[in-house]
């Protein structure tokens, strides 16, 4: 074999050597590359609710710190993508559409509120994104999603607790309901009253208010209550504030 043949021989080796290493390092370095995971996160951030939206934040990003910590996250890294909805109905579903635009997230924890959830969960299902949800519990709207998933109880079942707790343990045979216009407040007053119902427990009065808006109506209820000889127990379903709205009033009577 002449010299001239095996240097072209040897230079094609070379070439085909470098050429693999070049690819086997270009392949490695795109495994080892960091890769981004974006979250979405809807919460009130603003508004009546901003403390509990503070609180879902802090909650989020002292796990993750905790998970970067003990070295869980691998080679990923979590970007969230933080969206205010105010716990507001509309806003929430105005939101959700851009998130299901947004095609670099992965999926959301949200919503703090019921009705934020009602509004926005349609939105998420058709564009096939799963949201996680650690304070929102309703009954109605998840039955059919199958991108929703909660870490909390939902509303049927505290409703039948709370009412299983009033005559089992507190041995209480009598009840009254103020309940909040909202999905939350109406669908835990019917699954309390519905259990009370079967247990024996008689439920004096009921009352309603719109939500976000006990002041306007607090005069009325008040005024009835006190015309009750025997009230026994009452529950409240209603969002936080208002609950203690009402709580207050009504112990200072």
Known sequence: MGIKKKILILSAVILLISGAAAFLFIRQSEFLKKETVFIAVTAPMSGAE???????????????????????????????????????????ARIASEIVSDKRVLMVIGDFGSDTYASASPIYKKGGIPIVT?????????????????????????????????????????????????????????????????????????????TGKYSAQSGQIAQDFTTLTEPGMVFVAANGIESAKIVSELKSK
């Open 50 to 92: 901003k403390k509990r939206g503070e609180d879902m934040l802090k909650g989020i990003r002292l796990y993750l710190e905790s998970a970067k910590r003990l070295k869980q996250l691998g080679n990923r890294t979590i970007e969230l993508i933080i969206r205010d909805d105010m716990n507001n109905a509309d806003e929430a």
């Open 134 to 210: 650690a304070s929102c519990m309703t009954d109605d709207t998840q039955a059919d999603n199958e991108w929703y998933f909660s870490v909390v109880p939902d509303v049927a079942f505290q409703g039948r607790f709370i009412a299983n707790y009033v005559i089992g343990t507190l041995k209480n045979k009598s009840a009254c309901i103020i309940f909040e216009k909202s999905l939350y407040g109406t669908n835990l007053a019917q699954s309390f009253e519905e259990t009370a119902n079967r247990r024996g427990i008689v439920i004096g009065r009921k009352w309603s208010f719109e």
